[in-house]
């Protein structure tokens, strides 16, 4: 079993040799928030799925597979990563699904409560003591990223032609909901994955209500 100062040697050392690449992408990750408030749908649509293409597949060969070979089963999650990376690829030509910003005012409340948590990642570390090599930053890490994806994913729910969708929740949240509560928290002392796990909840709770009004509907 990998000790909790083995895994967060691993975190420092990625983020000691990636630097500044990590800030750079945060700022990506604030502009598809920017792009999603303040553009057509459209167009903020293209730049979302484009930045989780590039985000998940940099994670995927950088993060884990370059990085994070003394990670426990390292290649079986760059092949989660990388598989959203293709499927967010995929996605961004079929388009069969959208993210938009929900009507509904609690809803429209929980989303930004749930961005702004997620983009508070490194505050959070901050908070817990983290030294500044081991702040989680979303874009370049794979929870923070995740939780990210989840808020934007758990707006999009189709009407029709919902298997692509669905595959790509599914991968999100099998890696949202099991990991924090099984390894990243009581192993390794991840307090920040609370978030990540918060915006998986949030999201499968979505995914139901989403999918029993359609029923209705149907």
């Given at each position: 079993m990998m000790l909790a100062n083995?895994?967060?040697?691993?975190?420092?050392?990625?983020?000691?040799?990636?630097?500044p690449?990590?800030?750079i992408f945060c700022l990506l990750a604030a502009a598809m928030l920017v792009v999603f408030f303040t553009q057509q749908e459209t167009i903020a649509n293209r730049v979302i799925k484009g930045?989780?293409?590039?985000?998940f597949g940099w994670i995927g060969i950088v993060f884990f597979l370059l990085h994070g070979q003394e990670?426990?089963?390292h290649n079986a999650q760059a092949f989660l990563f990388l598989s959203l990376s293709v499927l967010f690829s995929v996605e961004f030509f079929a388009n069969t699904y959208k993210f938009k910003i929900p009507r509904t005012v609690w809803r429209k409340t929980l989303m930004m409560i749930g961005f702004a948590l997620v983009m508070a990642y490194p505050l959070f570390g901050i908070l817990l003591g983290r030294r500044a090599s081991q702040l989680i930053i979303p874009?370049?890490?794979p929870c923070p990223t995740v939780g990210l994806a989840l808020?934007?994913?758990a707006a999009a729910f189709p009407a029709k032609k919902r298997l692509l969708y669905l595959i790509t929740q599914g991968l999100l949240?099998?890696?949202?909901?099991?990991?924090?509560?099984?390894?990243?928290?009581?192993q390794f002392g991840v307090y920040e994955d609370s978030i990540?796990?918060?915006?998986?909840?949030?999201s499968l709770g979505m995914l139901i209500r989403s999918w029993k009004l359609i029923e209705r509907v149907d």
């Open positions: 083995e895994w967060w040697a691993v975190l420092q050392n990625y983020s000691l040799s990636i630097f690449v990590q800030i930045g989780f293409v590039l985000t990670l426990p089963a874009g370049t890490f808020i934007f994913t949240l099998l890696w949202a909901i099991p990991f924090p509560v099984m390894i990243q928290i009581p990540m796990l918060l915006m998986g909840l949030y």
